[in-house]
Nanobody, 133 residues
Framework: QVQLVESGGGSVQAGGSLRLSCAAS????????MGWFRQAPGKEREGVAT????????????YYADSVKGRFTISRDNAKNTLYLQMNSLKPEDTAMYRCVAESDNCARGYPRALNPTDFRYWGQGTQVTVSS
């Protein structure tokens, strides 16, 4: 059983930055698709960003929700087996629990399927991000 452990959440003022990290419990775990989702109280779960590694070329493709494009950057360090989410220009509406996800057979289909929460097999417990105005 793979466990995903997030870190890096916290409280910041609007306009600030945070970087989230997600580490897998199994060092050799290397799924082609990993991403970040978030959920705020009283709101639906939202796909934030996905990183898809093409299996034959190892090229990475990223997908973002419109609400975070230009502000958030997803990246992956395979040597460290870690996924990141750099969040800049944070807004109060970014306040949510952020959860790391892994393994979807549909990331190759591109947006919006790459951000479909029901397709992901593994979920982390989450890290809270709070942005104050």
């Amino acid at each position: 059983q793979v466990q995903l452990v997030e870190s890096g959440g916290g409280s910041v003022q609007a306009g600030g930055s945070l970087r989230l990290s997600c580490a897998a419990s199994v060092y050799t775990y290397n799924p082609s698709c990993m991403g970040w989702f978030r959920q705020a109280p009283g709101k639906e779960r939202e796909g934030v960003a996905t990183y898809y590694t093409e299996p034959y070329t190892a090229m990475g493709t990223t997908y973002y929700a419109d609400s975070v494009k230009g502000r958030f950057t997803i990246s992956r360090d395979n040597a460290k087996n870690t996924l990141y989410l750099q969040m800049n220009s944070l807004k109060p509406e970014d306040t949510a629990m952020y959860r790391c996800v892994a393994e979807s057979d549909n990331c190759a289909r591109g947006y919006p399927r790459a951000l479909n929460p029901t397709d992901f097999r593994y979920w982390g417990q989450g890290t809270q991000v709070t942005v104050s105005s």
